[in-house]
């Protein structure tokens, strides 16, 4: 789990993998160091403030070259909301996020249909499973050209669409991942939705107990 | 602390709109102690940044010379009515009679501090206060609003706390006004776009609306900490030759206002602003501060600390020193500036944000500027503590203040403002909306629930809050549309805070001491149905000018009820702010003393929510419902009156109905408080909440029944098994219940009157703001 100076969420993050049954491990920006984890986790918030285009600095950051390096070898990484940003910057995910249609922050609960549930992210879900989860982001409007679209929806890689279209995202597309699959962005909040006390429900939790299962099945 | 920027705005009005044309507008060498003392005579323009003649000549007698124009410029903003409370002091006095204590125990910190600190039980501390920043609101939406969050949050810290939450008291003019249109859509995406790049979850907050608020609407914020007992830091400069750092944002021009004039070589009473008179934020940096900070408090570095806020270098200098060991030497070159052509005057009167004060120990000093070199936070020592007495300040190696740090501080002037009842009050009072052509027939009752659901003041908030992140950090238990907002302070033992703020200006219009008491009670219900017990109050005081009599006898009158509430309900006051001049022309706007309530729950999971759970369940109301209408939102939205007396309070009952929400909790299955709309209100938005639907029956007159705003009572729902456990502890505690029936179907329906179903109770509530606001 990656702060970078201005992230928000990394504390709700950790609290997920651990009520999953994981170790959440704190990962610095200025380290080029992922300590041993077995998957990486880029947390939303505002890394570096985001005033140039979010996640457009982050990119650089010294740990971000491991978090490639590995993420090619095929380590599970997942992006959530501004981690989603960072990772399309980094050319990890197609596409990119753009200011919401609406212009303005939004937070919701939000449903979401899961599409692919093979990756190490998404596997505790069935296809077509529909989750309410967190939405909340000012940039979240998920676009890419014609046949990157087609592409991603052609090849399974249209990880979970919107139920309605709450910023303005193509094809209702709030999470994809690559080709390989190991790296999954998600517009959505699924780490402040895995107690019944503290957000809507637990639906969220199944993305961390989907990675801990595939570490544990490799 | 004060927010200078808000008088400086007030301030400005009065200097575009007659300022005197004779400004030593003249070429500016810089003026020294040494130089005062050579050239004692020199005219200065004490009038111009707001200083009475008075005000001047007891500078002077304190010094027993003239100021320089840096000492001027330290004074004025410091002796300012947001900086030196000089109206309104006299009146605030009276909260430190009441007892410093909570039900949970004495108070760590209290009025004075920054912001008070409660024991909250388990080791936790927790602090809070609600803040104005009112008109630079109004003049640069978004920026005013995003500083007045940044501020607020910076007080917290300073207390050695992690802010954990904030929340929005707002007022705007009427919706359908163009002004209205400019400034709600920039006010909301500024508390939303600091708020939210900070990772403070907003749990709540108001967005109210009357044309009293359209030239000069309020923003006010709210931020609530939380600490280890062990960790509270006190703002204090002690220990002779300990060094004293500036860390965070580097000082620039903006927030500097009519100080300006002191040393702008080219001032030109014709010309635009040299510069921005209200701040601009940078979250990002705030965020930063705010990690680095808790970082030093855990390192054990810091010795002292204040937020520079208001007037800052010279609010932080001056009450540091005077608060520790009494004196302090500073040079001035040593400060980072944006901007390098700043003269001294403005460097001291600079309001950049997110910038921080702190004392060291200097064998820490190294330490201290490691931590904040990893969080890339840039740090100075800007000088040191010492026993002279005095805040020396050099610039260029040369003295421009020398003066009793005290005296900048703490001994600005205290005026006895004349007050007096208005003439026109009577008159108000007399005019009762009790008499107003009332609804009889159902068709005329369903027809005015749905008009009032879509009225500004009662319709769904959600085009607002929604623009704020109400989830991050992942211990909201509770935010709005609930009562209360709920915060997890430990997420082992479930410990938590609970807080709400209200008010209801119009009432407080019809009877200002009732008008306070009705908003505290207001807000100590809202706390109590979460099933939190109260423990203390901050309040944040907007009211017009205390140039007119007829105001300060509103604010003398709010005070009074203020401290007469919280000695009967044994709640102290645990500091706050006033803000007045909030008028436009000689229109003050209603006075709205906004009352923030903090309660404890030592279980979060045993929380009350608001809004029916369940089909079946059975619903009562508690309290006593009276013909009360005048101030309340019927007499508002159908006949545009205000007039009468406000609903009646009797503390007595409050504090029942109190003790009884918080025995209840894990009891009953949910609670909603009733106050602006009345039980029609309450029941819509327990409906709503979940689409459950309701069939009540009312006895007795069914209008007086839904729309009376009758203080002191809350509608509850509970499933049948706990029910004869709710009527044990209602008789218990000597409230009267009331069965009004059970939740049941898809419509909001009244036996014999009327039914709506859900959908269009929804179409109507849910619709008004985004139709207006887009």
Redesign the interface.
């Known amino acids: 789990m990656v702060t970078f100076?201005?992230s928000?969420?990394e504390?709700?993050a950790a609290?997920?993998i651990e009520l999953a049954g994981g170790e959440a491990v704190g990962l610095w920006h200025g380290d080029a160091d992922l300590k041993g984890v077995d998957a990486v986790l880029l947390p939303g918030?505002?890394s570096?403030?985001?005033?140039l285009r979010c996640g457009a600095i982050a990119r650089f950051a010294p740990v971000m070259s491991q978090v490639i390096a590995r993420a090619g070898e095929g380590m599970p990484v997942l992006g959530i909301c501004n981690g989603f940003q960072i990772l399309c910057e980094s050319h990890l995910l197609p596409g990119a996020l753009i200011r919401n249609d609406h212009r303005?922050?939004?937070?919701?609960d939000q449903r979401v249909v899961i599409r692919n549930n093979t990756t190490p992210w998404t596997n505790a879900y069935e296809v077509d499973q529909e989750i309410t989860i967190?939405l909340?982001n000012?940039e979240g409007s998920y676009v890419a050209d014609e046949d990157t679209l087609d592409r991603l929806e052609g090849e399974g890689r249209v990880v979970a669409t919107y139920v309605g279209n709450p910023n303005g995202s193509l094809r209702q597309i709030a999470g994809v991942t690559n080709e390989r699959g190991n790296v999954v962005g998600l517009m959505p909040?699924p780490?402040?939705a895995?107690?019944d006390?503290?957000?809507p429900g637990t639906d969220g939790l199944g993305f961390f107990t989907s990675v801990l299962g595939s570490l544990a099945a490799s | 602390m004060c927010s200078l920027s808000e008088c400086l705005v007030a301030d400005r009005d009065r200097f575009e709109a007659g300022a005197p044309g004779s400004l030593d507008s003249g070429s500016v060498s810089l003026d020294t102690v040494a130089a005062a003392a050579l050239d004692p005579d020199r005219a200065q323009p004490w009038a111009e940044l707001g200083l009475k003649e008075d005000e001047y000549d007891r500078i002077r007698e304190i010094l027993g010379r003239r100021p320089t124009a840096s000492e001027l410029a330290m004074y004025s903003v410091m002796w300012s009515e947001h900086c030196s409370y000089k109206s309104s002091k006299v009146h605030l006095k009276q909260f430190s009679e009441i007892p410093q204590e909570t039900v949970a125990g004495k108070m760590l910190a209290g009025i004075g501090e920054n912001a008070g600190v409660i024991d909250i039980g388990q080791g936790y501390a927790v602090t809070f206060k609600v803040e104005s920043h009112n008109h630079p609101s109004y003049v640069e939406p978004y920026q005013g609003a995003a500083t007045g969050v940044g501020g607020i949050v910076r007080d917290i810290l300073a207390m050695g706390a992690r802010p954990v939450a904030v929340m929005d008291p707002l007022r705007f003019g009427p919706l359908d006004a163009e002004d209205t249109h400019r400034v709600l859509p920039g006010i909301v995406a500024g508390v939303g776009g600091y708020g939210n790049c900070l990772g403070l979850p907003n749990i709540g907050g108001e967005a109210v609306f009357d044309e009293t608020y359209l030239g000069n609407p309020l923003v006010n914020a709210l931020c609530v900490g939380v600490l280890r007992h062990e960790d509270l830091h006190l703002a204090k400069a002690s220990g002779v030759g300990n060094k004293v750092i500036l860390y965070g944002a580097r000082t620039g021009g903006d927030g500097i206002g009519g100080v300006s004039i002191l040393a702008s070589e080219t001032f030109d009473e014709e010309g635009p602003a040299k510069r921005p008179s209200v701040q601009v934020g940078d979250p990002f940096m705030e965020k930063l501060l705010i990690e680095c900070t808790l970082e030093l408090f855990r390192a054990e570095l810091i010795s002292g600390i204040q937020d520079l806020g208001g007037a800052g270098l010279s609010c932080a200098t001056s009450e540091l020193a005077s608060a520790g060991d009494g004196g302090m030497s500073v040079e001035l070159d040593t400060v980072p500036l944006r901007d390098q052509t700043l003269s001294p005057e403005e460097i001291l009167m600079s309001e950049s944000q997110e910038r921080m004060m702190a004392v060291v120990e200097p064998d820490d000093v190294a330490a201290f500027l490691e931590i904040c070199q990893k969080w890339d936070v840039e740090a100075v020592v800007i000088g040191e503590v010492t026993d002279s007495g005095r805040l020396s300040i050099t610039w260029h190696g040369e003295e421009v203040v020398n003066v009793p740090p005290r005296s900048v501080a703490h001994d600005g002037p205290t005026y006895h403002r004349p007050y007096a009842r208005p003439d026109w009050q009577d008159a108000l009072q007399a005019d009762g909306a009790e008499k107003l052509a009332r609804p009889t027939s159902g068709a005329e009752l369903r027809e005015t629930l749905l008009r009032l659901v879509a009225s500004p003041n009662l319709c769904d908030r959600s085009w607002v809050t929604d623009q704020y992140d109400r989830y991050v950090q992942g211990n909201t238990v509770l935010a709005q549309p609930s009562d209360a907002g709920m915060i997890r302070v430990d997420d082992q033992t479930n410990l938590g805070v609970a807080v709400s703020t209200d008010c209801n200006g119009r009432f407080a219009k019809l009877d200002p001491y009732t008008g306070a008491q009705l908003a505290l009670a207001e807000s100590y219900r809202n706390v109590s149905a979460s099933g939190a017990t109260p423990l203390a109050i901050s309040d944040c005081l907007n009211f017009g000018s205390p140039e007119d009599p007829a105001v300060m006898w509103q604010f003398a009158q709010a005070c009074n009820g203020l401290k007469d509430a919280c000695l009967e309900l044994g709640i102290p006051v645990t500091g706050g702010n006033v803000s007045l001049y909030n008028q436009t022309g000689d229109t003050a706007i209603l006075p709205t003393p906004v009352v923030a309530v903090l309660g404890v729950i030592e279980d979060v999971t045993k929380r009350t929510p608001t809004g029916f759970q369940a089909e079946g369940e059975q619903v009562y109301l508690l309290g006593e419902t009276r013909a009360e209408f005048s101030g309340g939102e019927w007499a508002h939205v159908v006949h545009g009156h205000l007039g009468g007396l406000p609903p009646k309070l009797d503390l007595a009952a409050e504090k029942a109905l109190s003790q009884l929400l918080i025995a209840a909790a894990g009891t009953i299955s949910s609670a909603h408080d009733l106050s602006d709309g009345g039980l029609a209100q309450a029941l819509a938005e327990s409906c709503l909440r979940n689409d459950i639907g309701v069939e009540v029956a009312l006895s007795g007159d069914a209008f007086e029944q839904l729309f009376s705003e009758s203080a002191s009572r809350c509608l509850v729902s509970v499933t049948p098994e706990a029910e004869s456990k709710l009527l044990e502890l209602a008789a218990a505690h000597g409230v009267p219940v009331a069965k009004l029936g059970r939740t049941h179907g898809g419509a909001l329906a009244v036996a014999s009157y009327f039914e709506v179903p859900l959908a269009e109770l929804r179409s109507a509530w849910a619709g008004t703001l985004p139709q207006a606001l887009g």
């Open positions: 100076p201005g928000l969420d504390v709700d609290r997920a918030g505002f570096y403030g985001d005033y303005k922050f939004g937070c919701l967190v909340k000012g909040h780490e402040h895995v107690e006390l503290c957000g």
